[in-house]
Every structure is written in structure tokens, then in C-alpha cells.
């Protein structure tokens, strides 16, 4: 008590600042990192909305809507997509993985530098 | 011309069997090993479907039927269930990533048995 008492303490004992359980930094919405590799893998074999719809069985405009992450495809329309871009779902899935690593490489680095700066001063 | 005729060919020339591009070998939807993925990490924290839905502010019977993947979850959804286990999108994804991969060594490795002993037949 007494020993307590004698310490006063230069700066006040940093509050335990609750660690974050794997915090998402601003992490994309499912559909939306979807939607850019399909138009990317769509791209990659120099395809029009109307060649990948018409394979998948979809409208174009419906293609197009699901590309931008304004619409969510169904688990079978994801399936169809795959099928007509020449890929599996597997391998899809693979490279949505990568896609949100870097974007999460990016956001991360992002938040290092002028957050940071402004947690520092 | 009369090169051609002269030759009488011993056997047919074998069709070329169209490669199939890249044959999903009887994949699971993107719903279901999604399913199987959040209800295995709700099980590897001991959790109960009241307990995680509570955190992802859905109902356990709605939880219960996306881990059978019976319902198929929005995008914010995943993102709510990622969150209320501790991961991320990125984590969740890399975890169905491995998942898949190791459904369609599954799927191969049967495809190899009993049909390959046909198709050799």
C-alpha cells in the first residue's frame, strides 16, 4: 500500500488497448471482388458481355451487373459463370483468394501511412 | 490425288477427343463449402449456433441453414458471419480456396478408379 503510495507516476499507464481481432480493413464486399476478376478473366480471353453471357445462359446486362458487384449471383450462377470462362470454382475461388490478399496488402499499407503518422504525433 | 488413293488406311484416325476446359469435377456449390467452412470454424471455437448468430445479429435457424448450405448468404452477410468468428474475407476465403482444392483431389482420385478401369476397358 505504503510502496504504492510513494510512486507517482511520470505518465498516467497506457490503457490495454483491446487487440483487434483480425480487424478487416475495409474489405470488399463478397460480390464485388467476384464481379472484377470474372470481368477480368472475361478480358483476359478478349470476350464481350454478350459471348460470356450467351455460354453462361445469362443477359448480358444481367453479366454486366454481376461484374460491377451491383448484383448477387446465386451459387448456381457462380457455377454457370465459372464453366463459361473455362475455370472452376476451385481455381476461381483460389484467385479471389489472392485478390483480397493484395487488396488487404494495399488497405494495410494505406492505413500505415497517414493513420500512423497522425497515431504517432 | 493419286498419293491419297493409294494409301488404304489400317485403322480410322482416332476422333480428337475435345479437351474439356478445365472439367469441374463434380463441385460443390460456392454455398455449401461455404457452409461447411463457417459451421467448422464456429465448431473449432465451441460455439453454439445461438452464440455466433447473436454476434452476426442473425437468427440460429437462419445460421443453421447457411452452414447446410441451404440458404444462400449476401455478400454482407459473409461478411457479418467472417466478423462474428474472428476472421476475415480474405482468411475465409483462403480457407474455401484449400477446401476445394482438396474436394476436387477427392473427385479426381475416385474419377481414376472406377472410371479410368472403363474407359481402359
Do not use: C, F, N
Not at 11 to 29: A, D
Not at 53 to 68: C, D, F, H, K, T
Request: hydrophobic share 40%; aromatic share 2%; net charge positive.
Amino acid at each position: 500500500m505504503a510502496e504504492r503510495a510513494s510512486v507517482t507516476p511520470l505518465r498516467r499507464k497506457p490503457r490495454p488497448e483491446p487487440l483487434p481481432r483480425q480487424p478487416p480493413p475495409q474489405e470488399p464486399l463478397w460480390r464485388e471482388v467476384l464481379g472484377q476478376r470474372l470481368r477480368a478473366l472475361r478480358l483476359d480471353q478478349r470476350e464481350t458481355l454478350l459471348e460470356t453471357a450467351a455460354r453462361a445462359g445469362i443477359s448480358p446486362q444481367y453479366l454486366s451487373e454481376v461484374e460491377r458487384g451491383r448484383k448477387e449471383p446465386s451459387s448456381e450462377m457462380i457455377a454457370a459463370l465459372a464453366g463459361a470462362l473455362g475455370t472452376t470454382l476451385a481455381e476461381l475461388t483460389e484467385q479471389l483468394a489472392g485478390d483480397l490478399r493484395r487488396h488487404q496488402g494495399i488497405a494495410t499499407s494505406r492505413a500505415s501511412g497517414p493513420v500512423m503518422l497522425a497515431l504517432a504525433a
